[in-house]
């Protein structure tokens, strides 16, 4: 039996909802109940008086979007140490899409996260999904005048921030093949060789599971935790996957996934590295979740 025209609609374009309220939310769990909202205000449209059906529902998932963020915000201030996104298994296409895998990097999310939920809005949905300055304001509720001068700024403070640019699949590959061979081995001068001066590490156990409690900064703290750690690594496995459309590591302990671990790579070498072990955040990476622009 056929869809009825509006859950057809709803389902072509599902997948772009999907990304455009994880893009604003770092979380998959809050993204869909995001869709959720979104779908229960669709079904209620005059659908005969809606021109473009594709900029509707990004208006009505960018206002949820926004109200859940606001939320979220308040959450976070009583978080337990570092929050991170909560990572998603990527399919290959995703890694294909340069400007996309970019814009859902973990790197770039916790960029996003030092933006007003309006910077954050007006930045994705202008320079991830090309949206028109009059879309947006009707998204965000402002002007376009107001939206013109948010995306201005919200520009200039992710150009300050983001990663150096895009990294090629190969170079990934090749510093996460060194990265994790030199965590095996447990090899202090491998360790220090792929790690920057500069490199971060955070973790997430949100509370329940343990993790570093504030950011570790410098390849020397860095590797010290890193090879102290080491006990850990020989209980389970090492696997490499995509994660948010970029190589990094899965860590299974007994068949399970204990640990995302997510690398930020600017010229060859790792200068982010980021820890997900906070068991709600690990529950979509036992299939991939394919993300549209």
Do not use: C
């Not at 965000?140 to 992710?158: D, M, W």
């Amino acid at each position: 039996m056929a869809a009825d025209p509006a859950t057809a609609t709803f389902v072509e374009h599902r997948n772009l909802l999907f990304t455009v309220a994880y893009q604003l939310l770092g979380s998959a769990a809050d993204a869909e109940d995001v869709l959720q909202e979104t779908w229960l205000r669709w079904v209620g449209v005059d659908h005969a008086a809606v021109r473009d059906e594709r900029a509707y529902l990004v208006r009505i998932t960018t206002r949820q979007a926004l109200m859940r963020l606001r939320a979220l915000g308040r959450r976070k201030e009583s978080y337990v140490g570092p929050w991170l996104p909560e990572p998603l298994l990527t399919a290959p296409d995703v890694a294909e899409d340069v400007e996309l895998a970019d814009s859902v990097s973990m790197a770039m999310l916790l960029v996003l996260e030092t933006l007003t939920p309006a910077e954050r809005a007006v930045f994705v949905l202008r320079e991830v999904f090309d949206l028109a300055y009059d879309e947006i304001a009707e998204a965000v509720g402002k002007t376009p005048a107001a939206v013109r001068q948010i995306a201005h700024r919200a520009r200039s403070h992710v150009a300050a921030r983001r990663p150096r640019g895009p990294v090629s699949r190969s170079a990934s590959r090749d510093a996460l093949e060194a990265f994790r061979h030199a965590v095996e081995t447990g090899d202090l001068r491998d360790l220090m060789a792929v790690l920057a001066p500069e490199v971060v590490f955070l973790g997430d156990g949100g509370g329940v599971v343990e993790a570093v409690l504030a950011p570790v900064v410098g390849a020397v703290d860095v590797a010290a935790l890193l090879r102290a750690g080491l006990g850990n690594f020989a209980s389970g496995a090492l696997e490499p996957a995509q994660v948010n459309g970029y190589p990094a590591l899965l860590f299974r302990r007994g068949g399970e996934i204990d640990t995302v671990l997510a690398l930020r790579i600017d010229d060859g070498l790792v200068t982010g590295l980021y820890a997900v072990r906070n068991p709600e955040k690990l529950s979509r990476l036992d299939e991939e979740t394919s993300l549209r622009r």
